[in-house]
């Protein structure tokens, strides 16, 4: 198994320079190549030949027509993730992917409307048919590649939140931030930051308000929240660059901003980690 070294590093004021960019443990495989982020909130691409098969940590991992796979390390993955490749020779591999790990910060946010912070039972019966939708949107496989091509910010501007961190709101502490947030007025130009349908497109959800969900491939697949207007629906075909909505303050938010998730699978990572630093002066 081969490593390389190609995934670009994100800002220092992150959490510093990142050392263990592809490394793997064991002998080098001619087969199989892997490349990315090996961090926590990490994505890494791998291929295979065709007819192989991979599992990673015991999961089946879907592969793509053209043997590319997509892996994701989650916010508390472990130091070691066991990757096991079955060849079409019937040869078995095994290999540990060394995990860097990473100190998240806490961020407080006061001034929320209490009923975005402690919903009434109404609001939770309309909170559970939401994530039933996005839920069943991210579990849509759709055969492509569109996660393997470099991914631009889909909006450029002053980092407010950043992935991982513990969020304390009104003083209540609640689940960790799964996204990185981008401050912009309302009504700044969102765009795809690489192909792909979309999957989910809803104006008003409880929490994120104005939503879109595009699927990059192999359920690899980005979220744009808060959105004041959505320019696409669900179904669209969507390239790099194109607008896709405009930055707004809908659902539970203090201020006009995007909130820009990505998945692989039902594994949350850090959309920092797709892109170039953000570039100077924003």
Known sequence: MRAVSKGKTISSRIFGVLALLGLLAGP????????????????AIGRV??????????????LAPDGRFVLGFARKAGPVVRLKVRHADGRVERRSLKIAQRKYRVQRINGLPKRKVTPSKQDLARIRRDIAEVKAARAIERKAEDFAKPFIWPVTGPISGVYGSQRILNGKPRRPHMGVDIARPTGTRVVAPADGVVVFARPDLFFTGGTLIIDHGMRMNTTYCHLSKLLVKQGDHVRQGQPIGLVGATGR???PHLHWGANVREVRIDPQLLVPPMPKGR
């Open 28 to 43: 080098a495989l001619a087969e199989v190549s892997l490349e990315g982020h090996f961090i926590q909130g990490g994505m």
């Open 253 to 255: 938010a203090t201020g």
């Open 49 to 62: 030949e065709p007819g192989a098969r991979v599992w990673a940590d015991g999961q089946r991992v879907p």
